[in-house]
């Protein structure tokens, strides 16, 4: 049988039985768009009849050498035939004509990434015949100059500037503002123009023939898949580059037909907040292209209530019809004609990261999706964006308001003005914090916008390019800043009496519509949205791995509590040591000579170390706290050997030109315990510290190091639990790779905590864990495991460890090498890695588990926030993950996400 590479709309049941029934491939194969055209047909929505040119004939098209697979030209004239009997016209007949749209659609919608082609079909002769038929010369004229204006742009390669210039011209010497206000002798003048512009640039004609306009209409969808803002596009989305478009036929249907007829674009619900009701835009007497370009001012959709109260009333009952079918917010274009009402298309509307909690959170409370369906909808990339910084209120309010505009992507941006693309993307490369500040964007902008902080446009709506790839992308956008006055040749914005010049700092709030002069201060973002908590809390109830957080002072436990944090995963203790009146403590600790001396060091870091762990149980009350004993080489507390070299140079210096005795007394003095500093820090010096006396090392050869941590552990419990609070400290021993180091470790902490209690006369259970992160821990894990009350990963130093990769040096060395030829798949170091480093973990987990079923297990490396790395915990069994306290919301998700997955995949 000889392969079908056209369906109308209306054989949607045949395309989705030729791919056995399931609803995606239907897509892969119509498209996005050609599928939902389709199905809207079938539900009886009216869709203006056509067909859809297969996905396949567009790969066919690009591995044949840009030829037209045999039989997909003669199945587009069969196809026509159809739609011109549905229609009731004929395609090139001047005294009846159809007139057809050639549209892009791939399986993901890419808004604008495509090329269009509206009102193919029209000549010198059908432009007549129109005219006499419809009595509206204004509108024929009108409809022809758009289609030599597109298809001299998108086919045949003029760049549209040749044509906009005319346009202008045009409207000046009318003295109009508006093409709509153009009269027919204007138009035919600007028509006559058009053919020359195209003569002239592409040194050819425009094609007077319709089958020749259609058929370079369509090779030209197919190459535009090729083209460079689609594969740009396709990169920053991770679309794949072999599912090639389709394309869609449809029979013209016209919003410029005068005032009674619009075009317009609508959400079925808010796509920045995801408050219920219709959200767009629409213009009366205009084309589809007017109201997405943001060229005219446009009416928000509530007005079409006013000016024509059936369509909206019609429009609005689809709306929710195609919602309620889809499950999900639509996005929809339509087109009055004359008042009748066409849908032209329909798929998921994208929203912000806000947006599509709360749609998701209300389907659910709608009745429409289950509250799992819910939390899988929402991507951790959502909830980075949902974590995006917003303006500290003190400021904004001492801040220079200069303009207000559309507030289309939420969060704060601050950044220098760049008025082109390329620059931006050049000025980010530097390191640099950019504002894209352009009068409307294109799709051939996307680059740019990509590279900065923020985006800001002087004119567009809510559907804007511009307003629908920021908030795709989380880049915090304002559009339709008509205030602005955006001149690119001299490279000024003015506003009012103020001028900005390329490189001035704005700040953009994209939240409110705000935009402001200079660089206004920013805070953490607020995460009290009520839907955010509902669908946490959802993920909380599917999810089986535990969260907690990694965190070392009272502040960050509180917010990683408030953030949904289950206790404590790793507190650093060493980051308590750097303090300016701890760290001269700690090296009098390191470099004492005797162990006297040394014990009165360490005595003396006992109140700071409780006073921090008191801060750690009041923010943790009732939840467990892992306390890690000190672990990295002592030497890191010590000043820098080069430092202490120059000092001695200076000091022997000052001392040769001394003016008296005393100051060289003094100089003699500092000098002597400089030098004496020296030869600690040389003494102490190790060629590979990372492998030297850190971790447990430092606890079996200083033991008095552990007690006093330990005792400081236990007094701050002994101390909270006065005030009604439930503290639950869990010490772990690090970087242990025998089990005898443990027992030893464990017999020191045991003795001084049972010590605490007994001078204090109060029980708290004392649990002692240790990490994994050296491989032949994870060898002797069951050895290990005898004593442990539980087990903690840490995939920082196991990474390092296995993979035999400095974890300070390869991400700047040759790592992103291996990355670029493939060598390795992931960085190892942000993602897990199965092959090896996972599998240390599970076999370690088993056999532990072998002695102790039920031990306690987490991951608390840098692993624990990445959302695939905890997918891997999950499957491992892990206890939990912990993380940073901000990544807390996103390891919550990942985790659910993990468990439903696993849940899909037994079903399966
Ligand atoms: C680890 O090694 O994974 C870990 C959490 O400890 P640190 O990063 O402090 O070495
Ligand atoms: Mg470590």
């Given at each position: 049988m000889s392969t079908t590479w056209v369906y109308r709309f209306d054989q949607i049941d045949e395309a989705q039985e030729f791919v056995g029934g399931d609803w995606d491939r239907v897509r892969g194969l119509l498209g996005g768009k050609g599928a939902n055209l389709g199905e809207m047909t079938r539900l009886g929505i009216p869709v203006p009849p056509g067909f859809t040119v297969t996905a396949a004939a567009?790969?066919?098209?690009?591995?044949?050498?840009?030829?037209?697979?045999?039989?997909?030209?003669?199945?587009?004239?069969?196809?026509?035939?159809?739609?011109?009997?549905?229609?009731?016209?004929?395609?090139?007949?001047?005294?009846?004509?159809?007139?057809?749209?050639?549209?892009?659609?791939?399986?993901?919608?890419?808004?604008?990434?495509?090329?269009?082609?509206?009102?193919?079909?029209?000549?010198?002769?059908?432009?007549?015949?129109?005219?006499?038929?419809?009595?509206?010369?204004?509108?024929?004229?009108?409809?022809?100059?758009?289609?030599?204006?597109?298809?001299?742009s998108v086919v045949m390669g003029v760049a549209d500037e040749h044509f906009e210039r005319v346009l202008t011209a045009a409207r000046e010497r009318a003295g109009v503002s508006e093409d709509s206000a153009m009269s027919v002798a204007d138009l035919t003048g600007v028509i006559d123009a058009f053919k020359s512009v195209v003569l002239r640039r592409a040194a050819a004609p425009f094609p007077t023939d319709p089958l020749e306009q259609l058929k370079a209409s369509i090779r030209a969808v197919f190459e535009s898949w090729e083209g460079q803002r689609a594969q740009d596009y396709r990169r920053a989305a991770n679309i794949a580059d072999d599912l090639g478009t389709a394309v869609n036929i449809v029979a013209m249907v016209f919003g410029n037909f005068g005032d009674d007829s619009a075009t317009g674009v609508a959400m079925s619900r808010n796509a920045t907040t995801g408050a219920p009701g219709i959200e767009g835009d629409f213009l009366v007497n205009a084309q589809g292209e007017d109201v997405v370009a943001g060229?005219?001012?446009?009416?928000?959709?509530?007005?079409?209530?006013?000016?024509?109260?059936?369509?909206?009333?019609?429009?609005?009952?689809?709306?929710?019809?195609?919602?309620?079918?889809?499950?999900?917010?639509?996005?929809?274009?339509?087109?009055?004609?004359?008042?009748?009402?066409?849908?032209?298309?329909?798929?998921?509307?994208?929203?912000?990261?806000?947006?599509?909690?709360?749609?998701?959170?209300?389907?659910?409370?709608?009745?429409?999706?289950?509250?799992?369906?819910?939390?899988?909808?929402?991507?951790?990339?959502?909830?980075?964006?949902?974590?995006?910084?917003?303006?500290?209120?003190?400021?904004?309010?001492?801040?220079?308001?200069?303009?207000?505009?559309?507030?289309?992507?939420?969060?704060?941006?601050?950044?220098?003005?760049?008025?082109?693309?390329?620059?931006?993307?050049?000025?980010?490369?530097?390191?640099?914090?950019?504002?894209?500040?352009?009068?409307?964007?294109?799709?051939?902008?996307?680059?740019?916008?990509?590279?900065?902080?923020?985006?800001?446009?002087?004119?567009?709506?809510?559907?804007?390019?511009?307003?629908?790839?920021?908030?795709?992308?989380?880049?915090?956008?304002?559009?339709g800043a008509s205030e602005l006055k955006i001149n690119l040749s001299s490279r000024i914005v003015s506003v009012n009496d103020d001028q900005f010049v390329e490189g001035d700092w704005l700040s953009l709030?994209?939240?409110?519509?705000?935009?402001?002069?200079?660089?206004?201060?920013?805070?953490?973002?607020?995460?009290?949205?009520?839907?955010?908590?509902?669908?946490?809390?959802?993920?909380?109830?599917?999810?089986?791995?535990?969260?907690?957080?990694?965190?070392?002072?009272?502040?960050?436990?509180?917010?990683?509590?408030?953030?949904?944090?289950?206790?404590?995963?790793?507190?650093?203790?060493?980051?308590m040591f750097f303090g300016v009146d701890r760290l001269p403590v700690v090296q009098r600790m390191i470099t004492a000579p005797t162990e006297p001396e040394r014990n009165a060091a360490v005595a003396e870091l006992l109140p700071f170390q409780r006073h921090d762990f008191i801060e750690l149980f009041r923010a943790m009350d009732g939840q467990p706290v892992v306390i890690r004993l000190l672990d990295p080489p002592l030497h890191e507390f010590l000043p820098s050997r080069d430092e202490l070299q120059s000092q001695i140079m200076d000091l022997q210096l000052r001392l040769r030109s001394a003016p008296d005795l005393a100051t060289m007394n003094e100089l003699l003095a500092q000098l002597d315990s400089a030098t004496t500093l020296l030869g600690q820090v040389d003494s102490r010096r190790e060629s590979n510290p990372m492998l030297g006396l850190?971790?447990?090392?430092?606890?079996?050869?200083?033991?008095?190091?552990?007690?006093?941590?330990?005792?400081?552990?236990?007094?701050?419990?002994?101390?909270?639990?006065?005030?009604?609070?439930?503290?639950?400290?869990?010490?772990?021993?690090?970087?242990?790779?025998?089990?005898a180091e443990l027992a030893a470790q464990r017999a020191v902490i045991e003795a001084e905590a049972n010590a605490v209690m007994?001078?204090?006369?109060?029980?708290?259970?004392v649990v002692i864990g240790t990490m994994i992160e050296i491989p032949r821990a994870a060898l002797v894990a069951e050895e290990i495991a005898a004593h442990a009350d539980f087990f903690s990963f840490g995939t920082n130093d196991l990474t390092q460890t296995t993979f035999g990769m400095s974890r300070d040096d390869a991400e700047t060395s040759f790592l992103s090498n291996y990355l670029d030829r493939g060598i390795l798949e992931a960085n190892p170091f942000a993602t897990l890695d199965a092959k090896g480093v996972g599998k240390l973990i599970d076999t370690a987990l088993s056999s532990a588990r072998t002695l102790s079923p039920d031990l306690i297990a987490g991951v608390c490396g840098e692993h624990g926030g990445d959302p695939a790395s905890i997918a891997l915990c999950h499957s491992y069994g892990l206890t939990y993950v912990s993380c940073s306290p901000f990544r807390v919301p996103v390891a919550r998700l990942a985790a659910a996400h993990a468990a439903l997955n696993a849940r899909d995949s037994v079903t399966r």
């Amino acid at each position: 049988m000889s392969t079908t590479w056209v369906y109308r709309f209306d054989q949607i049941d045949e395309a989705q039985e030729f791919v056995g029934g399931d609803w995606d491939r239907v897509r892969g194969l119509l498209g996005g768009k050609g599928a939902n055209l389709g199905e809207m047909t079938r539900l009886g929505i009216p869709v203006p009849p056509g067909f859809t040119v297969t996905a396949a004939a567009c790969n066919a098209y690009g591995t044949g050498n840009g030829t037209l697979s045999a039989g997909v030209w003669d199945q587009v004239i069969d196809a026509m035939r159809v739609t011109e009997a549905q229609t009731g016209r004929t395609f090139g007949d001047p005294s009846n004509p159809l007139l057809v749209a050639v549209r892009s659609g791939a399986k993901f919608s890419m808004p604008g990434m495509m090329d269009t082609v509206l009102d193919i079909g029209l000549n010198d002769e059908v432009v007549e015949g129109m005219i006499r038929a419809t009595g509206n010369e204004r509108f024929v004229l009108d409809s022809y100059r758009r289609l030599i204006q597109m298809f001299g742009s998108v086919v045949m390669g003029v760049a549209d500037e040749h044509f906009e210039r005319v346009l202008t011209a045009a409207r000046e010497r009318a003295g109009v503002s508006e093409d709509s206000a153009m009269s027919v002798a204007d138009l035919t003048g600007v028509i006559d123009a058009f053919k020359s512009v195209v003569l002239r640039r592409a040194a050819a004609p425009f094609p007077t023939d319709p089958l020749e306009q259609l058929k370079a209409s369509i090779r030209a969808v197919f190459e535009s898949w090729e083209g460079q803002r689609a594969q740009d596009y396709r990169r920053a989305a991770n679309i794949a580059d072999d599912l090639g478009t389709a394309v869609n036929i449809v029979a013209m249907v016209f919003g410029n037909f005068g005032d009674d007829s619009a075009t317009g674009v609508a959400m079925s619900r808010n796509a920045t907040t995801g408050a219920p009701g219709i959200e767009g835009d629409f213009l009366v007497n205009a084309q589809g292209e007017d109201v997405v370009a943001g060229i005219r001012q446009t009416r928000p959709i509530e007005e079409l209530a006013d000016v024509m109260p059936e369509m909206s009333e019609q429009f609005t009952q689809i709306a929710q019809r195609l919602e309620g079918h889809y499950r999900d917010m639509q996005d929809m274009e339509f087109t009055v004609e004359r008042g009748n009402l066409w849908v032209l298309q329909t798929r998921d509307g994208k929203r912000t990261a806000q947006a599509a909690v709360r749609i998701a959170v209300d389907l659910v409370a709608e009745g429409v999706i289950d509250r799992e369906e819910a939390v899988s909808r929402i991507t951790p990339e959502h909830l980075e964006s949902l974590l995006h910084p917003q303006f500290r209120a003190s400021a904004k309010a001492d801040a220079t308001k200069i303009a207000s505009g559309l507030n289309v992507s939420p969060g704060a941006a601050v950044g220098q003005i760049a008025f082109d693309p390329d620059l931006a993307v050049r000025w980010s490369e530097e390191g640099r914090s950019v504002v894209l500040v352009r009068p409307e964007t294109r799709p051939d902008d996307v680059h740019g916008m990509l590279a900065s902080v923020g985006i800001l446009t002087s004119s567009g709506g809510r559907t804007s390019h511009a307003a629908l790839v920021a908030r795709q992308f989380g880049r915090p956008a304002i559009v339709g800043a008509s205030e602005l006055k955006i001149n690119l040749s001299s490279r000024i914005v003015s506003v009012n009496d103020d001028q900005f010049v390329e490189g001035d700092w704005l700040s953009l709030d994209g939240t409110t519509g705000e935009v402001f002069a200079g660089r206004v201060e920013t805070s953490d973002p607020d995460l009290d949205d009520p839907w955010l908590a509902q669908l946490l809390g959802w993920a909380d109830e599917i999810r089986t791995l535990g969260v907690r957080a990694n965190a070392d002072e009272g502040g960050d436990a509180q917010r990683a509590r408030q953030l949904g944090a289950e206790g404590i995963g790793l507190c650093r203790t060493e980051h308590m040591f750097f303090g300016v009146d701890r760290l001269p403590v700690v090296q009098r600790m390191i470099t004492a000579p005797t162990e006297p001396e040394r014990n009165a060091a360490v005595a003396e870091l006992l109140p700071f170390q409780r006073h921090d762990f008191i801060e750690l149980f009041r923010a943790m009350d009732g939840q467990p706290v892992v306390i890690r004993l000190l672990d990295p080489p002592l030497h890191e507390f010590l000043p820098s050997r080069d430092e202490l070299q120059s000092q001695i140079m200076d000091l022997q210096l000052r001392l040769r030109s001394a003016p008296d005795l005393a100051t060289m007394n003094e100089l003699l003095a500092q000098l002597d315990s400089a030098t004496t500093l020296l030869g600690q820090v040389d003494s102490r010096r190790e060629s590979n510290p990372m492998l030297g006396l850190r971790g447990v090392r430092l606890g079996m050869l200083y033991p008095e190091i552990t007690r006093i941590q330990a005792r400081a552990i236990f007094e701050a419990a002994a101390e909270v639990a006065a005030e009604g609070i439930d503290a639950r400290p869990e010490v772990m021993v690090p970087l242990v790779c025998e089990a005898a180091e443990l027992a030893a470790q464990r017999a020191v902490i045991e003795a001084e905590a049972n010590a605490v209690m007994a001078e204090r006369d109060i029980e708290v259970p004392v649990v002692i864990g240790t990490m994994i992160e050296i491989p032949r821990a994870a060898l002797v894990a069951e050895e290990i495991a005898a004593h442990a009350d539980f087990f903690s990963f840490g995939t920082n130093d196991l990474t390092q460890t296995t993979f035999g990769m400095s974890r300070d040096d390869a991400e700047t060395s040759f790592l992103s090498n291996y990355l670029d030829r493939g060598i390795l798949e992931a960085n190892p170091f942000a993602t897990l890695d199965a092959k090896g480093v996972g599998k240390l973990i599970d076999t370690a987990l088993s056999s532990a588990r072998t002695l102790s079923p039920d031990l306690i297990a987490g991951v608390c490396g840098e692993h624990g926030g990445d959302p695939a790395s905890i997918a891997l915990c999950h499957s491992y069994g892990l206890t939990y993950v912990s993380c940073s306290p901000f990544r807390v919301p996103v390891a919550r998700l990942a985790a659910a996400h993990a468990a439903l997955n696993a849940r899909d995949s037994v079903t399966r």
